[in-house]
């Protein structure tokens, strides 16, 4: 990031929320506040008369909530937003996902009221947010209002003998709420998804993309069998990897260190399923910051597996595909809108064992 200093709006209907995370980008370097806003009307008003970098934006607010003032901005005035999240219901984690269909390209969850260093603990998560926020792509066409594609597949009971494995972090949601319902109930792999995203929203991230397609999508399980044409989301706060035992291969989840600073990481994923699949595995990159799925994604190749990267067009942040195209090379870079045809074309080319 450059030495400049990035402008930021604040918009919460709390004061005290307002005052406490203004403290908190102060002491960010490179950030200074230039306004804050109790409700989405008085955002609409700042954002054309300021012109701010960037908004953070609360998502349950009296009068114009964060969402349709979310819808508006990117609509617009389109310029990247990041949500902030007191989601503890199923009802708010589901419109925190819809949050990142509108546009929002990153989210940090809140403190309870009652946590003890409550904001300071998620302090560097919001320093996080924002750099990833200042470098994201704002050009990308928003998400069309997604519809069901066909009807849902009768769910397969068979182990899956190949395996689609999907990395993504800022921005990722959104890409995956495009490319998983393109995938239709004919699909025969398993796709399994590590995507940086705390405990509590992945469930919801699972519920949605169901929803959207006709696959089954889950918040994976340990020990679950890996089942083809089927949807599994790594739970937040949990790594996932992919174990083979006599029946077939299993889900394994684990509490382990984090990997690139995030958990659930894409690498051990990567690495595990080329370890039980081997050339019958897919390996994409999705839009992220730093290098995770990059290691991963050469241990898909060195397996003889596919890989894909999203390219730096439709990539709300070019940075992990970037990383995974220049450590472990593709077969293909391609754009958000063609990514889930790119996958059935590959796991078809794949499917055998060998290209």
């Known amino acids: 990031m450059s030495s400049e200093r990035r402008t930021v709006l604040i918009v919460d209907d709390s004061q005290l929320v307002r005052e406490v995370v203004r403290e908190a980008i102060e002491r960010f370097p490179g950030f200074v506040v230039v306004g804050v806003a109790k409700d989405g009307e008085e955002a609409l008003r700042l954002v054309h008369a300021l012109q701010p970098d960037v908004v953070t934006m609360d998502i349950e607010m009296p009068g114009i909530d964060g969402l349709h003032a979310l819808g508006y901005i990117m609509s617009e005035t389109p310029r990247p937003v990041v949500m902030l999240s007191g989601a503890t219901t199923r009802g708010a984690v589901d419109l925190t996902i819809r949050a990142f269909e509108l546009g929002a390209v990153e989210f940090v969850r809140k403190p309870a009221p009652d946590a003890k260093d409550g904001w300071a603990e998620v302090a560097p998560r919001l320093h996080e947010a924002l750099r990833a926020a200042v470098v994201a792509n704002t050009g990308i066409p928003l998400l069309a209002s997604p519809v069901r594609r066909g009807v849902p597949r009768v769910a397969s009971l068979h182990?899956?003998?190949?395996?689609?494995?999907?990395?993504?972090?800022?921005?990722?949601?959104?890409?995956?709420?495009?490319?998983?319902?393109?995938?239709?109930?004919?699909?025969?792999?398993?796709?399994?998804?590590?995507?940086?995203?705390?405990?509590?929203?992945?469930?919801?991230?699972?519920?949605?993309?169901?929803?959207?397609?006709?696959?089954?999508?889950?918040?994976?399980?340990?020990?679950?069998?890996?089942?083809?044409?089927?949807?599994?989301?790594?739970?937040?706060?949990?790594?996932?990897?992919?174990?083979?035992?006599?029946?077939?291969?299993?889900?394994?989840?684990?509490?382990?260190?984090?990997?690139?600073?995030?958990?659930?990481?894409?690498?051990?994923?990567?690495?595990?399923?080329?370890?039980?699949?081997?050339?019958?595995?897919?390996?994409?990159?999705?839009?992220?910051?730093?290098?995770?799925?990059?290691?991963?994604?050469?241990?898909?190749?060195?397996?003889?597996?596919?890989?894909?990267?999203?390219?730096?067009?439709?990539?709300?942040?070019?940075?992990?595909?970037?990383?995974?195209?220049?450590?472990?090379?593709?077969?293909?870079?391609?754009?958000?809108?063609?990514?889930?045809?790119?996958?059935?074309?590959?796991?078809?080319?794949?499917?055998?064992?060998?290209?």
């Open 159 to 355: 182990r899956a003998d190949h395996a689609v494995v999907i990395a993504s972090s800022t921005g990722g949601p959104r890409a995956l709420a495009e490319i998983i319902p393109a995938l239709l109930g004919t699909l025969e792999a398993a796709v399994l998804i590590a995507q940086h995203m705390p405990p509590g929203f992945t469930a919801g991230l699972a519920r949605r993309l169901e929803q959207l397609g006709t696959l089954p999508v889950r918040e994976a399980q340990s020990g679950e069998p890996v089942l083809a044409g089927h949807v599994y989301v790594a739970p937040g706060g949990k790594h996932m990897e992919v174990i083979r035992d006599v029946a077939g291969p299993r889900v394994m989840l684990s509490q382990g260190p984090a990997v690139h600073g995030v958990r659930p990481a894409a690498d051990p994923l990567f690495i595990t399923a080329a370890a039980v699949f081997g050339a019958r595995t897919v390996g994409v990159v999705l839009t992220g910051m730093g290098r995770d799925g990059s290691a991963g994604l050469r241990a898909v190749r060195a397996a003889g597996g596919g890989a894909l990267v999203q390219d730096r067009a439709s990539s709300a942040v070019y940075g992990m595909p970037a990383q995974a195209l220049a450590l472990a090379g593709a077969d293909a870079e391609v754009s958000l809108s063609g990514m889930a045809d790119a996958i059935v074309r590959l796991v078809a080319r794949h499917a055998l064992g060998r290209e």
